[in-house]
């Protein structure tokens, strides 16, 4: 609320030399206001690629690039690894020691996980293998590819940028452009909205029910995980938004990371609109260098399943998202393989027909499915979610008392306050359809607008939670 | 239309440099506090400054008697959280037992994690024989007494590479950590009004509070922090309790063994604890200051049962408040009820 403006003003004001220079110190400070000793990770990663970039630019053959492309790879796996998934390994092999009766312990590592290593890894290494492939030409100024890597607006939860597309911008002047600044502050009041009052108001029914899952069952699990299904929306939709405003509030475009991704007809289409950054990163650098669709069928399905399972892990280091990626993998490879027993049953029941009813229907189900899933993303352990899957049912209503002022250890007020923010955001996501939240209401009446960001800023200002709330993604 | 929001713009980058301004300089920024969050010889109740609910709004003289006493001339040396340094409409509690007991009582304003760091950071020689009062608020005792830090003594402290560390995290914390630019961001002049102007709507339109506020009552009318709210929710393990009171236990010896110190501990309730029958959420007591004192009883550790006291008071009498209508923190009664208590019981220890 305050860095951003004095930022951007500056940015604004400084000339065209200066610019870069001090974005990228401001994306340094931005970093280190969380914990300024985890700078020296991304030091580290942005000079090993930024090295490994040139190298590789000098070498005119594959096998040439491939040495740098391998060091690249390798130091920014290790340091993922190491402050990752380190401690998962070794407490996942004691485990393992223990019921094979092997007395071996190897130690715990807790290390303060560095916010977003997983998008500044992931961003670093798309940069040396699009140079490894000839995609990319590397990049010399070294303040230019620094800021790539530090960018602040999408530094700590993406969207993860592609340097063939973020790198270019930084060589342009970015000027004032009042339509620009407009647009982008409307994004982020969005992405505000959805944050501070959607997800961090259904957090406190979601935490309470998840953090005591046993002491529940039926209706309060369902209620609780379909709540997590919109806080986890728009938890990181939300800065998805407030990061794709705030570059461009500053001259820059990035990618587009969420496209109502509930309204998605079925798996695969909700992959294709879920984290939009991450999902094309998986499709370009893993799923098609393992053969993707052009093999033979089962390694199709292999390649489907183990993107999905890494996927998993990507998102955290626990058993529960890589159950969360597999069950991902599962829906994907079941709806290929019964696509025409599906269209079928269409037919046969007419449901077809109804093009209306069963885009409906497909929606829903897709819905449940996701949903379903995100039990294991959420739940603390796989204990915990197998208690939640075993006991949704049977569905009893009867703890849902009108006069009652609690619910779920929250004022009711905060339930229906919840519920209608829902469906004033899915309203909205239904009028988006053909038009992004930016570009809302151009054609309607001039104090459309106005008014419509009045009442939303309002809203945010009487119902928003400002407690130092984290976004959800900053853990990954 | 275009100038109007370039104006607003350039308005909101001055009021944000204003913010970042006078959040980093405090002189600065104090000028430009809300009139609740000056300090005017009055405070106004901490949880009526996070609920920011007018009708809670009470005005307590801050009581600020100078110390008197050192450390060494002292009979009585008391030590604890907020409650023991809490000052409003009487004094500090170490000041209000010294009124009642021929014995120099010494408070120990800087708090620390454990008063065994405290006797060892003053190298302590224990010459005399003395009471050590030690205060603790219900919601805190099972993370601090349970904490590592409790009963381990490091010796870096007096190290160089401690002071070098020391040094090294107070640039760290001017430089990067900005919640002191919140904190003005939120209470200033301006801003607060909104901020409060915004929190009352909700409150009598809604019933809905700060997330702070774990649970309110307007019959009393009271307000209830949500710390102790969900302290008083969460399950406690018997494990847990037993460790609690086991450290205790310990921390009784070694003060006795090595300072010559005589450890009574006193174990504040939860104002939630003691008035959550008037909440408009209710959670059922577990009783878990009564299995602590069970507990303290079988170990031989020495304390003062302020929760039978206050509890007591609240069954046969209940005339007077025993905490602030609007703070976590005892009424000037509620303390001195304990005082009285306390200075009964030391009279008979002192004889």
Known sequence: ?476 | MKRIINLIFIAGVIVSLAIAVSGKIKGLGRFFLAEDYSSNGFEYGNLYLISGIKGFKQNYKLMNTPEMHTVNNAGIITMGDSFFNQGLDSDIFANELEKKIDLAVYNIADAQESPLQYFKDINYKGDEHKVLLFEITERSTLSTILSPKFLSVPDENLSVFYRYKEFYYRIKHKIFNNLDVEYFFKRNFIANPVRQTLKNIKFSWFGLTDPDIGAYSEDLPMLFFETEVSFNEMEKSDANLEALTENLKLLQNILLDKYNIDLYVLIIPNQYTIYSKYANKKIAYDGYLAKINGLLDKKGVKYFDVYGLYRDYVINDNSRLLYLTNDFHYSAFGKLLLVNSVAEKLSVVFK
């Open chain 1, 1 to 476: 609320m305050i860095f951003f403006p004095i930022v951007t003003a500056i940015y604004f004001f400084l000339p065209k030399k200066g610019k870069n220079i001090f974005l990228l110190l401001a994306s340094y400070y931005f970093y280190m206001s969380w914990k300024p000793e985890y700078v020296f990770l991304i030091l580290i990663s942005t000079l090993i690629d930024y090295v490994c970039g040139i190298m590789m630019g000098k070498e005119e053959a594959k096998s040439g690039r491939r040495k740098y492309l391998l060091i690249s790879i390798f130091s920014n796996l290790g340091l993922l690894f190491s402050f990752k998934y380190l401690n998962f390994f070794s407490t996942s092999l004691n485990d393992l020691f223990a019921i094979l009766n092997i007395f071996y312990n190897l130690p715990a590592y807790k290390l303060l996980l560095p916010v977003g290593i997983s998008f500044y890894t992931f961003q670093t290494m798309s940069y040396t293998l699009d140079i490894y492939r000839g995609k990319l030409k590397p990049e010399r100024n070294f303040k230019n590819f620094a800021l790539f890597v530090t960018f602040f607006p999408q530094l700590v939860a993406g969207p993860i940028e592609r340097a063939t597309k973020l790198l270019p911008q930084f060589e342009n002047e970015q000027r004032y452009d009042y339509q620009r600044v407009i647009d982008g502050i409307k994004l982020m009041l969005w992405g505000l909205f959805k944050k501070v009052v959607i997800a961090d108001r259904l957090a406190f029914f979601v935490n309470h029910v998840y953090s005591q899952p046993t002491q529940y069952e039926g209706a309060p699990l369902i209620i609780a995980t379909i709540f997590f299904s919109f806080q986890i929306y728009c938890d990181f939709s939300g800065y998805s938004d407030i990061a794709i405003g705030s570059a461009q509030v500053l001259g820059f475009d990035l990618m587009d990371n969420f496209r109502r991704p509930y309204h998605s007809k079925s798996i695969s289409e909700f992959w294709k609109r879920w984290h939009i950054s991450l999902s094309s990163w998986f499709k370009d650098y893993l799923y098609i260098p393992l053969g993707g669709n052009r093999v033979a069928v089962p390694r199709w399905y292999f390649n489907i399943f183990v993107v999905f399972v890494v996927s998993g892990l990507w998102h955290g280091a626990n058993w529960t998202f890589v159950v969360w990626g597999a069950l991902h993998g599962f829906y994907s490879l079941v709806s290929i393989m019964t696509e025409k027993f599906r269209n079928r049953i269409n037919n046969f029941t007419g449901l077809s027909d109804h093009i209306m009813l069963h885009k409906f229907w497909k929606v829903i189900f897709t819905f449940s499915l996701v949903t379903f899933s995100w039990i294991f993303f959420r739940a603390n352990s796989i204990t915990d979610a197998f208690y939640i899957v075993t006991h949704l049912l049977p569905i009893d209503f009867s703890f849902l008392n009108i006069n009652s002022k609690v619910f779920l250890n929250q004022p009711i007020a905060e339930f229906y306050i919840a519920v209608l923010a829902i469906i004033f955001m899915e309203t909205v996501h239904l009028l988006q359809r053909h038009r992004e939240m930016r570009h809302m209401f151009t054609k309607e009446p001039l104090w459309v607008k106005p008014v419509f960001y009045g009442a939303l800023a309002l809203l945010i200002l009487l119902f928003g939670q400002f407690q130092l709330n984290q976004f959800i993604y900053f853990q990954f």
